[in-house]
T-cell receptor, first 114, second 115 residues
Framework: ETGVTQSPTHLIKTRGQQVTLRCSSQSGHNTVSWYQQALGQGPQFIFQYYREEENGRGNFPPRFSGLQFPNYSSELNVNALELDDSALYLC?????????????FGPGTRLTVL | GESVGLHLPTLSVQEGDNSIINCAYSNSASDFFIWYKQESGKGPQFIIDIRSNMDKRQGQRVTVLLNKTVKHLSLQIAATQPGDSAVYFCAENREPGSNTGKLIFGQGTTLQVKP
């Protein structure tokens, strides 16, 4: 196990609702990256938080937002949920924001939008 | 969305044989590549990485080969074991010099190990 935890494990929402997913980073890590993994696909980068600031974003609309707290845990918020938002949401923590820093993934939160 | 390409979606091998999983990438500027293993119900797990100034890197039972001429990456697993059954992803950093650890993942290859 990586020491990265995510909650909840599973979540069911309806279209138009809002959701908050949580991630606790591994001890000593100050960076959290969020990825969306659709069924049968590879993870897609949503954004990264480094020392409580957004540090890079992928091709996701503004209704995907996040936070990082002083203890380096993080939240992913998605507003106005759409059916296509159904996916596994992964967070990964690392000891630094650069690509060369190994990213340790949590088990993910499975979001289903009905 | 953005993705790194893979040649085959599923690879079936006999236990004890060697496995080779391939990956093609399109951006010649990519400077860092990683292989991940994802078991059912788990997040991706780091296997091995390689920088673009290298052609080969070896780990425990795994070897990654990088051919920059044809933009091709492969993961070789020696003496494949049932515990190696999983989906394998290659990922790349397409933004050299970036301060963001944004990884672009391929779609994955499923490795099935037959006993």
């Amino acid at each position: 196990e990586t020491g990265v935890t995510q909650s909840p494990t599973h979540l069911i929402k309806t279209r138009g609702q809002q959701v908050t997913l949580r991630c606790s980073s591994q001890s000593g890590h100050n960076t959290v990256s969020w990825y969306q993994q659709a069924l049968g696909q590879g993870p897609q980068f949503i954004f990264q938080y480094y020392r409580e600031e957004e540090n890079g974003r992928g091709n996701f609309p503004p209704r995907f937002s996040g936070l990082q707290f002083p203890n380096y845990s993080s939240e992913l918020n998605v507003n106005a949920l759409e059916l296509d938002d159904s996916a596994l949401y992964l967070c990964a923590s690392s000891r630094g924001q650069r690509p060369g820093n190994e990213q340790f993934f949590g088990p993910g939160t499975r979001l289903t939008v009905l | 969305g953005e993705s790194v390409g893979l040649h085959l979606p599923t690879l079936s091998v006999q236990e004890g044989d060697n496995s080779i999983i391939n990956c093609a990438y399109s951006n010649s500027a990519s400077d860092f590549f990683i292989w991940y293993k994802q078991e059912s119900g788990k997040g991706p797990q780091f296997i091995i990485d390689i920088r673009s100034n290298m052609d080969k890197r070896q780990g425990q039972r795994v070897t990654v080969l990088l051919n920059k001429t044809v933009k091709h990456l492969s993961l070789q697993i020696a003496a494949t074991q049932p515990g190696d059954s999983a989906v394998y992803f290659c990922a790349e950093n397409r933004e050299p010099g970036s301060n963001t650890g944004k990884l672009i993942f391929g779609q994955g290859t499923t490795l099935q190990v037959k006993p």
